[in-house]
């Protein structure tokens, strides 16, 4: 309890006012009528005129069993009344009841026995007529079984956007039991994906009450850790009867395979595209470098671009690099090498490296005799690391 007396379920926030009032007493239309010990009508509420038709002026002072019960049931109606009064104990049930106009309508009743501060007793009878309390009750078992029998994940999250409900297909879609979801985050549940746009999208929804339909989502799940999966999740308010907002509410439906299908077809149509641009760029003229500078230009781009950071150049550890430019003039040759092409246990590094720059101040060759040449007379037959060698000519800008 509150300092002012106001109920507190644990965990929750006191509360610092008047709160709306919940809808499904409203349609239920709830009526109450208090009656003596003598049976007569002490109190009535305007559902009571709704329910059976009589004006608080003209029930006041009546005896309720002879204007609301028909002559045959009087009896059993008297008999009731007089063990609740006698035992204190409440009953319940559907009576057919006589309204003002003459007509009958079955209603269903909840009386208990009510002691005011001098000892005297009443008789408290809640009334709903059975047709509309019977609508609700199947409302509430077909919306029941559809939530659990859905193929489609379901779920509600109240307004601090914690779950409060959750079928059992998003229970296999998350991986985590229902009971595991209630009160934590989406956050909470789904650690595996970045769910801050799908968090302030729910706000937004909750704030706006526009609806949010098929955002898709890709992640990983716990019932799937190591793959990626695709959901489509669409999101709408919740609202009472009276229009108040009670949450959020979530469909989560798995499209895993069309997105893996749609990736697939993605790759295929840039392996065509591929396919028929080499068709139109390669085999322009019958020279072999041409062909190959083709082919070069048309696969490097699509087959050789890796999307990583680029890291320390290899044997500068440790060591501050800088980038440096040199501009080319045409005919220039630019060779790469690993060290393998030119350290030896036998030989210094220096005549080394000067016996590669007089194979290179040699007279001008293709770039595949120049590659030859260097391998047959540097490269040494007992070493065992690996030699690699890469020679690009400078052309004439077109």
């Known amino acids: ?11 929750e926030e006191p509360v610092r006012g008047p709160v709306r009032p919940s809808g499904l007493l409203d349609v239920l239309g709830v009526a109450s009528v208090v009656l003596d010990t003598e049976g007569r009508i002490v109190l009535w509420s305007p559902q009571a005129e709704e329910l059976f038709g009589y004006p608080a002026h003209e029930a006041l002072g009546q005896y309720a069993a002879r204007i609301m019960v028909h002559e045959q049931h009087l009896d059993l109606v008297v008999k009731l009344f007089s063990d609740v009064m006698a035992t204190g104990e409440g009953w319940a049930g559907a009576f057919p009841v006589r309204r003002k106009d003459g007509s009958t309508r079955l209603v269903e009743f909840r009386n208990m026995r009510l002691m005011d501060d001098r000892g005297d007793v009443y008789a408290l009878g809640l009334c709903a007529d059975q047709s509309t309390v019977r609508l609700l009750e199947r409302d509430v078992a077909l919306s029941s079984r559809m939530v659990a029998q859905s193929p489609i994940g379901l779920a509600v999250l109240d307004t601090g956007l914690r779950y409060v409900s959750v079928n059992p297909a998003l229970a296999r879609i998350n991986g985590l039991p229902a009971e595991k979801h209630l009160g934590r985050t989406i956050r909470e549940v789904l650690p595996l994906i970045d769910i801050g746009p799908l968090e302030a999208a729910a706000r937004e929804v909750l704030q706006t009450g526009r609806p949010l339909v098929d955002q898709q989502i890709v992640g990983r799940a716990q019932s799937d850790p190591d793959e990626d999966h695709a959901w489509t ?34 790759a295929a149509r840039r ?14 003229t019958l020279e072999l470098d041409r062909t190959a500078r083709e082919l070069a230009d048309v696969a490097v781009p699509e087959l050789a671009d890796v999307d990583l ?3 320390a150049p290899l044997g500068v550890g440790g060591v501050a690099f800088t980038t440096t430019t040199v501009d080319l003039e045409p005919g220039d040759r630019l060779v790469f090498y690993t060290d393998g092409l030119v350290e030896t246990r036998r030989h210094l590094l220096d005549e080394r490296l000067d ?24 490269r040494e037959p007992d070493n065992s690391d690996d030699v690699a060698l890469l020679i690009a000519r400078a052309r004439p800008m077109p």
């Open 355 to 378: 016996t590669l720059l007089a194979l290179l101040d040699g007279p001008d060759r293709p770039l595949d005799e120049v590659c030859d040449l260097l391998l047959q007379a540097l």
């Open 233 to 266: 999740i669409s999101l709408y308010r919740l609202e009472d009867a009276l229009g108040t907002v009670l949450g959020v509410a979530a469909s989560v439906v798995d499209v895993t395979e069309q997105y893996r299908a749609g990736v697939e077809a993605e």
């Open 309 to 311: 950071p680029t890291g």
């Open 1 to 11: 309890m509150t300092a002012l007396g106001t109920p507190v379920a644990e965990g």
């Open 271 to 284: 392996r065509l595209a591929l396919i028929a641009d080499a068709s139109a760029r390669i085999g322009t």
